[in-house]
């Protein structure tokens, strides 16, 4: 009888548990809870009203020049380019916000900022690529959802960061 009650219990316990996940009452770890989240209006991201005015202007810029089409080179010589390639586009959003001088390349961004994740921006950099997650959304010039087409868009659908080193902006410790 002792293992029929505990198995009732555990499938209760689990029960509560689905519903409180569903209501929201539970945020599974590493998601972004719903007050640092931005949403997508059909191809543009809407910032969260508790975002930052750094991550804000970063939205703001990523808006901007989405798709734009993808060029190899794009955004790197000026910051208002007739297209953007995926270190250009990642510079633009960083230089809108104030952390950014100049372009940098997606090496680069290997080692730029800090070695960590964040609630509202983490960039993922490897030698030949970069993109990034602005207030859980993903800004990146590869496998976007947000339209059929090339170049710079959002995403509301995460790829794998195998091989890539996560970095925050140096400087934006207070959020």
């Given at each position: 009888m002792g293992g029929l009650f505990g198995r009732r219990f555990a499938a209760r316990i689990f029960g509560v548990a689905?519903?409180?996940?569903?209501?929201?009452?539970?945020?599974?770890?590493?998601?972004?809870?719903?007050?640092?989240?931005?949403?997508?209006?059909?191809?543009r991201a809407v910032p969260p009203q508790s975002a930052p005015a750094e991550v804000k202007a970063m939205i703001h810029a990523a808006n901007d020049i989405r798709h734009k089409p993808y060029r190899w080179g794009g955004g790197h010589r000026d910051w208002n380019s007739h297209g953007y390639d995926c270190s250009g586009s990642v510079s633009y959003v960083l230089h809108a916000?104030?952390?950014?001088?100049?372009?940098?390349?997606?090496?680069?961004?290997?080692?730029?900022g800090k070695p960590r994740h964040n609630k509202w921006v983490t960039i993922f950099a490897s030698e030949d690529h970069v993109y990034m997650i602005i207030a859980?959304?993903?800004?990146?010039?590869?496998?976007?959802?947000d339209g059929d087409r090339t170049g710079p868009g959002w995403s509301e659908v995460m790829r794998s960061s195998k091989g890539f080193h996560s970095r925050h902006p140096a400087g934006a410790h207070q959020w």
């Open positions: 689905v519903a409180a996940i569903a209501l929201g009452l539970i945020v599974a770890p590493g998601a972004p809870a719903a007050d640092t989240q931005a949403i997508l209006k059909g191809a916000a104030g952390l950014l001088d100049y372009p940098l390349v997606a090496e680069d961004f290997t080692h730029w859980g959304l993903r800004w990146d010039t590869s496998y976007i959802t």
